[in-house]
């Protein structure tokens, strides 16, 4: 059974950053694409980035310039780089692949 462990997550002020971990057993990691998505207090869940089998990356507008999604497939490993982070960047961010998702990681930005 496939499982997603997210890590990375914590309290950073803004214009700080973090680096969000996805690692994933149970499936043939290098055929998937992942995404990362996050909600944010009172919102509803967004998707943030997703990367492809092959690499290619595609970013909501918001995080644009901001954020990276890339991928290790020798470590089945999916990684989010956020650098100049906003408080609303604030929000529970979850690891996503075609049949799972994480358990989510608290990422904290403060003014």
């Known amino acids: 059974q496939e499982q997603l462990v997210e890590s990375g997550g914590g309290l950073v002020q803004a214009g700080g950053s973090l680096r969000l971990s996805c690692v994933v057993s149970g499936s043939i990691f290098s055929s998937n694409a992942m995404a990362w998505h996050r909600q944010g207090p009172g919102k509803q869940r967004e998707l943030v980035a997703i990367i492809s089998s092959g690499g290619i990356a595609t970013y909501v507008d918001s995080v644009k310039g901001r954020f990276t999604i890339s991928r290790d497939n020798a470590k089945n490993t999916v990684y989010l780089q956020m650098n100049s982070l906003k408080p609303e960047d604030t929000g529970v961010y979850y690891c996503?692949?075609?049949?799972?998702w994480g358990q989510g990681t608290q990422v904290t930005v403060s003014s």
């Open positions: 996503w692949s075609p049949r799972s």
